[in-house]
């Protein structure tokens, strides 16, 4: 075929059309496929997945929320559940193995709703990490939800860019049905949380800029129930005092010189007491030795006086 026959057909008002078709429908398989690739490849999802146990004929549900941030890496996180407290009753809000280990504002329950807020220092990236696990205990003969109803989630770019959350609202579920007992009877738990090292930080952005210690550890027996804290001068927490709170904790001694004890305690009643040493010098230890310098120098100074005296009227 001649190179002119060949323009002639090209020509022909079929042929054109049809070449045009062809050419729309590749472009349009094209746009269709960027579309999907840039969503699966940036926005982040979250997901449930739930066990039940049973212990001395109670049953617990538990339901942990998973973070997957695709390929971005998460620095903060905030959101809130709901919860329906109708059939159930919560036990407790773990976040032990987080992957958010500071808490600005840690999981709690407020009327049906569970609000926190928490960091990731340095970054999380991966498909499964756990922000947090609620268990309560169920009634079987009604269902029982949570739902992740919003959520905030930013990225680890030091600008604080929101990452985009895919599938919202998350949602698991509770349907009545008998279990199996496996819960494991937390009164054979002797052994204590484990070993944590708290820190003192103090930002002019959070906290009304005062000073606030921020502690986490876990006990992968019975679970951790519980954390208290004590100020003190003294090197030894006494029996009573102590205050029931959460991380992070504003210290109430602000100029840093008291000794701090942070204590865990485990739901079986096992405890891990850690201690920070005061920031600045106690000067009690040197009003002390210039208490002692001045009664050194008095009793000198009787004892020079008596034995002059002694010598004038002997």
């Given at each position: ?17 049809n ?7 590749c ?100 498909g ?46 509770f ?54 804290v ?55 230890l ?5 208490h ?16 002059r005296?002694?010598?004038?009227t002997?």
């Amino acid at each position: 075929m001649s190179k002119v026959e060949m323009q002639a057909e090209l020509s022909l008002p079929g042929d054109r059309v049809n070449y045009m078709k062809r050419k729309l429908f590749c472009l349009f398989l094209f746009s269709i496929f960027c579309l999907l690739f840039s969503r699966f490849a940036y926005a982040a999802s979250f997901f449930f997945e739930t066990k039940t146990t049973g212990v001395a004929r109670s049953e617990f549900f538990t339901a942990s929320l998973f973070l997957n941030t695709g390929d971005k890496e998460a620095n903060a996180i905030s959101g809130s559940l709901q919860v329906s407290l109708e059939s159930c009753a919560i036990q407790s809000i773990a976040r032990d193995d987080s992957v958010f280990t500071v808490w600005i504002e840690p999981p709690a329950l407020r009327d049906n709703q569970i609000t926190f807020s928490g960091i990731a220092p340095g970054g999380y990236s991966g498909g499964k990490g756990l922000v947090l696990a609620v268990t309560c205990a169920i009634n079987q003969q009604k269902q029982w939800s949570v739902e992740l109803a919003s959520v905030r989630l930013l990225a680890n770019d030091g600008l604080g860019t929101e990452i985009s959350v895919d599938g919202m609202p998350v949602r698991a579920e509770f349907v009545p049905e008998i279990f199996p007992s496996s819960q494991p009877d937390i009164t054979r738990d002797m052994v204590p949380p484990e070993l944590f090292k708290p820190f003192v930080t103090q930002s002019p952005d959070a906290w009304e800029g005062k000073w606030v210690i921020i502690f986490e550890t876990k006990d992968k027996d019975s679970g951790i129930n519980h954390y208290e804290v004590f100020e003190s001068r003294d090197r030894s927490p006494a029996a009573y005092g102590w205050n029931i709170t959460e991380s992070p904790y504003i210290l109430s001694d602000q100029g840093r010189s008291s000794f701090i004890f942070i204590k865990a305690v485990d739901n079986a009643g096992n405890e891990r007491i850690v201690v920070i040493n005061p920031a600045q010098k106690d000067f009690s230890l040197i009003q002390m030795v210039i208490h002692s310098i001045i009664i050194i120098t008095l009793v000198a100074g009787i004892v020079w006086y008596y034995v002059r005296y002694r010598k004038k009227t002997a």
